[in-house]
């Protein structure tokens, strides 16, 4: 018996059709900046309300990361679930906690923690006033490619719950590529279950860069965390000053923690547009776009978090697209005279935010 399978177009014209309509469904959906009061919360069957800045589920579709915000009533416990993606917590107002594999860590605001891939847990709120975080997964790169597993058990007693997925331990003997493999993955399990949970706002420390900012890791491999890739950090812009220009491949979005400013994007680095923001608000930069962070304020300087998709699809990027030049700022006399002179500027104490 034989078969015939066609599409009534050619492979060409299908391809075509098909690069097209993506692009095209990709820029009437995208956002620069979302503003705090256009999101709306939502109650979910999990005991907290959900709001989306950026994701499929907030018909905002992404292809790396996407941003939610969450907020537990006090005395409010959610139910309890684990996902086949991991996600960035960063606390925004009242104090609550996460339970991350039976293991409790307390987040205040500007905490920040880590939930791994298959980690069962919760949030709670055993204080009085409203718990209230965001989160960033990596949840629509496992989404393309058809890995998104998501497994929600209820109120059930942690005791009960299946443990994440088994793996081989790295200790076979043997040279042959099978061997190498079990103990390759082996050792990367490992290595990713033994990471950093939890940045308390306390111990952050500030350093200059050439950029004209100050800045510091909240969730990155460089303070001990094993992610799979998304990474977060904090830059603090000075009173009436600005960072230096830039551009790279891959989105990168910016949460506005404290003050107001406005963020150059443009394809060029002059004849672009200026796009105010505000606290709350989430700033999205598209990938090679041209783009400045400034602070219009002259008393008060501005704090933002910044999210960056994954070092290892940006690698993967870098083997694909080899020469192109994946990175890209000024000369240095360029951005030095952007940036202005970092050493100037009196930093203030580093508060904790507060919501609102």
Do not use: C
Not at 75 to 90: N, Q
Not at 210 to 231: H, K
Not at 289 to 299: A, G, I, R, V
Not at 343 to 355: E, F, G, K, M, Q
Request: zero cysteines.
């Amino acid at each position: 018996m034989s078969t015939k399978t066609t599409t009534k177009t050619s492979h060409y014209h299908q391809q075509k059709a098909r690069r097209a309509k993506f692009l095209e469904d990709w820029r009437a959906n995208h956002r620069t900046i979302i503003r705090s009061e256009d999101v709306t919360l939502a109650e979910t069957v999990r005991g907290m309300r959900t709001g989306v800045y950026m994701g499929e589920d907030g018909d905002n579709p992404t292809r790396s990361i996407d941003a939610l915000v969450h907020e537990v009533d006090h005395g409010k416990l959610t139910t309890i679930h684990r996902h086949s993606w991991d996600a960035m917590v960063f606390g925004v107002g009242g104090e609550g906690w996460l339970e991350i594999d039976g293991e409790r860590v307390n987040v205040a605001p500007g905490d920040s923690a880590h939930i791994p891939a298959w980690a069962w847990h919760r949030s709670g709120n055993d204080g009085e006033a409203t718990f209230r975080y965001l989160t960033f997964s990596s949840e629509p790169m496992l989404a393309t490619m058809g890995m998104s597993v998501l497994d929600d058990r209820g109120h059930e007693p942690v005791e009960n719950l299946p443990g994440r997925p088994e793996f081989s331990a790295p200790d076979v003997q043997g040279d042959d590529a099978y061997a190498r493999r079990l103990r390759r993955l082996g050792k990367e399990q490992q290595k990713r279950r033994s990471g950093r949970l939890h940045t308390d706002w306390d111990e952050l420390e500030m350093l200059n860069t050439p950029r004209g900012t100050r800045t510091t890791f909240l969730l990155d491999r460089a303070i001990g965390y094993q992610a799979s890739g998304i990474t977060m950090a904090m830059f603090e812009i000075g009173q009436g000053r600005q960072q230096s220009m830039h551009r790279h491949a891959g989105e990168a979005w910016l949460y506005v923690v404290e003050g107001d400013g406005h963020s150059y994007l443009g394809t060029e680095p002059e004849g672009g547009e200026n796009h105010p923001w505000k606290k709350g608000d989430l700033i999205v930069v598209d990938h090679f776009l041209w783009h400045q962070h400034f602070n219009d304020s002259k008393e008060n300087t501005a704090r933002v978090v910044r999210i960056h998709m994954f070092d290892s699809l940006l690698e993967t990027m870098r083997a694909l697209m080899d020469p192109a030049v994946l990175f890209e700022e000024p000369p240095e006399h360029i951005r030095d005279a952007q940036a202005g002179d970092v050493t100037t500027i009196v930093w203030p104490a580093l508060d904790r935010p507060s919501w609102p």
